[in-house]
């Protein structure tokens, strides 16, 4: 009997959680160089200074310590993905390094500029650790890109590796009022414009209210991230 309990327990813990499928990524790691990503300033590398890296390579961004290392990206367009819950998950390094060869920041304030990314959904990388993002995907919607990006960063090194993206299963109201609160702070932070702060008001109004249903969480999140889209396409043309 105690062999038969035993033997149960392990394959409850072995077990995969139910309703969690993992997306497939090209080439996650970088084992296969940059192969399946669109890469900006950044190079694979194969060194240890990276403590969390996965595998053998990385892909980093470097200057001197003291500099910055400015704008740098990594992206992969995932494709024929359903509506639902997802979550990405990261190794990733942006520093200020306290010496060469380290990935430990300089002292404890936390660097800017750099994040972890699904479409317009992110959050900030600001030392060497394991990061995650969770989002929705709405019906209208069958990709999404996911990466890393550096903009006007204020490390001198910045690193990434290991990306993974699960389904997480479906969303429910409580998962797309997350989702609209990260999509309205980060429309809040992008230049201001007739058009976008009306979507702003118009998803805050909704998610205000505590009555509003799961249809009207869904429009309000679609239609911000369609403001937020355009907006960033403007901030492209204006400043590229």
């Known amino acids: 009997m105690r062999r038969l309990l035993l ?16 997306v497939n990524i090209v080439n996650p790691s970088f084992e296969s160089g940059t192969e399946g990503w669109a890469v900006k300033n950044m190079t694979c590398i194969g060194n240890n200074y990276f403590t969390h890296k996965s595998g053998t390579h990385y892909l ?12 740098s990206s990594v992206s992969q367009k995932i494709n024929g993905l359903t509506s639902g819950k997802y979550r990405l998950t990261a190794s990733a390094c942006h520093v200020q390094q306290l010496k060469s060869g380290s990935d430990e920041n300089i002292d404890d304030n936390a660097q800017t500029g750099a994040s972890l990314f699904a479409g317009n959904y992110s959050t900030p990388i600001t030392s060497s ?9 709405t019906g209208t919607e069958t990709y999404i890109t996911i990466g890393a990006k550096a903009v006007k960063a204020t490390g001198n090194y910045f690193a990434v590796d290991g990306f993974k993206l699960s389904y997480m299963g479906e969303a429910d109201a409580s998962d797309y009022r997350t989702s609209l609160s990260s999509m309205i702070e ?3 932070s992008m230049p201001t414009s007739a058009s976008l702060t009306s979507a702003i008001n118009s998803a805050q109004a909704v998610l205000d209210n505590s009555g509003s249903s799961l249809e009207e969480l869904q429009s309000a999140l679609s239609a911000l991230s369609l403001a ?8 492209v043309i204006v400043n590229p």
């Not at 980093?60 to 704008?71: A, E, H, L, M, N």
């Open 60 to 71: 980093q961004s470097w200057v001197t310590r003291g500099s910055k290392i400015g704008d």
């Open 129 to 137: 650790d394991e990061y995650t993002l969770d989002f929705v995907i």
């Open 228 to 235: 937020v889209k355009i907006a960033s396409v403007k901030a």
């Open 186 to 188: 980060t429309a809040k």
């Open 7 to 22: 033997s149960i327990f392990v394959m409850l813990v072995a077990a995969p959680s139910f309703g969690q499928t993992e």
